[in-house]
């Protein structure tokens, strides 16, 4: 097992155009979280899933986000129409669901949106 | 006021030193961690503690419910110790595994 992967590492897009990122958690995981996180500052939370479904989402998902972990394993994060504000590190992290669970991290995907 | 306080924001020290990183946080906890990011984003957990102390290699976290604050020691710093360090919080009443992060530490180490 090779940790959490997230894919791209890197993405440069323009106002406006939709991006979409994958996580692959640990197999064996099944709760995946999305957290944003930019410069200085330390990780946002975003959202939640156990197994398939998305059970919390925060506040700072507005209705350009949307987030879907269809079949239990991997997730995906999708951004319409963004905006130079979404510019930030992407971070998804796995555990298992018994109580305080650690985390794993991916390395994440960093988004520049020009 | 952010629910997890770190202190200091930045530290820079000489190879060797024994450094002291400071969390405070202002909610119930079921766990503290201290976690280290990398230049480039990846995040590793460090300690997950819920009271007390933990050691491992020259890193000890310590945890005071009551006091609602945390250290993060390193002792023999070394310059492949800088990093930043980030103390988060899972407070009582979320759910799954959510946590509350403080903004970092960022510290660099000197040969």
């Known amino acids: 097992d090779t940790g959490v992967s997230q894919d791209p590492r890197h993405k440069i897009t323009k106002r406006g155009q939709n991006v979409t990122f994958r996580c692959d958690p640990i197999s064996e995981h099944n709760r995946l979280y999305w957290y944003r996180q930019t410069l200085g500052q330390g990780p946002e939370f975003l959202t939640y899933?156990?197994?398939?479904?998305?059970?919390?989402k925060s506040r700072l998902l507005s209705d350009r986000f949307s987030a879907e972990r269809p079949k239990g394993s991997f997730s995906t994060l999708e951004i319409q129409r963004t905006e130079q504000g979404d510019s930030a590190m992407y971070l998804c992290?796995?555990?298992?669901?018994?109580?305080?669970?650690?985390?794993?991290f991916g390395n994440g995907t960093r988004l520049t949106v020009t | 006021k952010n629910e997890v306080e770190q202190s200091p924001q930045n530290l820079t020290a000489q190879e060797g030193e024994f450094i002291t990183i400071n969390c405070s946080y202002s909610v119930g906890i079921s766990a503290l961690h201290w976690l280290q990011q990398h230049p480039g984003g990846g995040i590793v957990s460090l300690f997950m503690?819920?009271?007390g102390k933990k050691k491992h290699g020259r890193l000890i976290a310590t945890i005071n419910i009551q006091e609602k604050h945390s250290s993060l020691h390193i002792t023999a710093s070394h310059p492949r110790d800088s990093a930043v360090y980030i103390c988060?919080?899972?407070?009582?009443?979320?759910?799954?595994?959510?946590?509350?992060f403080g903004e970092g530490t960022q510290l660099t180490v000197n040969p």
């Open positions: 899933f156990q197994n398939e479904a998305q059970l919390e």
């Open positions: 988060a919080v899972r407070p009582k009443e979320t759910s799954g595994s959510r946590l509350t």
């Open positions: 992290a796995s555990s298992w669901d018994f109580f305080n669970s650690p985390l794993h």
């Open positions: 503690l819920s009271s």
